[in-house]
């Protein structure tokens, strides 16, 4: 079955930078998208971008480019985010998704989530 | 860039409808998800492309789209479908996806 599992908690101070793991199983890794969508404490989802894994094509919101990196090993299947020059306003829990054509083909929906990593900045 | 509208919430009894809409320009136009979040735990997709169900699902979730409006609707309630509920569309201009704002159902 597919499933995506994300690395645990990280508490880390303003101006440091972090970097988020999710490894995927159960299917074919380079023949989907990974998105990354965080959610700050009592907030809504928040897209920050996505990357394929067949060729490393990257997608970044506005909100988060020149501060965000998105990677993928496909030895181990495994997608990365680091985002630099955290601040408070970081501070949320972080999913990755798998994405998938809808029927627009173009666009793309999420069918399965990572359990998501919460990231606490505090100094 | 594309805004999604949803109302923070909707109030239901046991056994009867919900409806979650979801507002956009044209948003006819685009193929409309539904994620179900519960606290403490990662959204689940429970409509895609508008009104179609992943396997799993109940059949009392349907979706539909049309002109600015999408709607999700739960029929026959129960406390368990209790949760936040947000919508998603594609962006093409920016090809970065868009939320909606979530609506809390709380089922009274």
């Known amino acids: 079955q597919v499933q995506l599992v994300q690395s645990g908690a990280e508490v880390k101070k303003p101006g440091a930078s972090l970097r988020l793991s999710c490894k995927a199983s159960?299917?074919?890794?380079?023949?989907?998208?990974i998105a990354w969508v965080r959610q700050a404490p009592g907030q809504g989802l928040e897209g920050m971008g996505w990357i394929s894994p067949n060729n490393g094509n990257t997608n970044y919101a506005q909100k988060f480019q020149g501060r965000v990196t998105m990677t993928t090993d496909t030895s181990t299947a495994t997608a990365y985010m680091e985002l630099r020059s955290l601040t408070s306003d970081d501070t949320a829990v972080y999913y990755c998704a798998r994405e998938r054509p809808t029927a627009m083909v173009t666009t793309f929906l999420f069918d399965y989530w990572g359990q998501g990593t919460l990231v606490t900045v505090s100094s | 860039s594309y805004v999604l509208t949803q109302p923070p919430s909707v109030s239901v009894a046991p056994g009867l409808t919900a409806r979650i809409a979801c507002g956009g320009d044209n948003i006819g136009f685009k193929s409309v998800q539904w994620y179900q979040q519960k606290p403490g735990q990662a959204p689940v997709l429970v409509v895609f492309?508008?009104?179609d169900r992943p396997s799993g699902i109940p059949e009392r979730f349907s979706g539909s789209n049309s002109g600015n409006t999408a709607t999700l609707t739960i029929s026959r309630v129960e406390v368990g479908d209790e949760a936040d509920y947000y919508c998603h569309v594609w962006d093409n201009t920016s090809d970065l996806p868009v939320f909606g704002g979530g609506t809390k159902l709380t089922v009274l």
């Open positions: 159960g299917y074919p890794f380079s023949n989907y998208g």
């Open positions: 492309d508008d009104s």
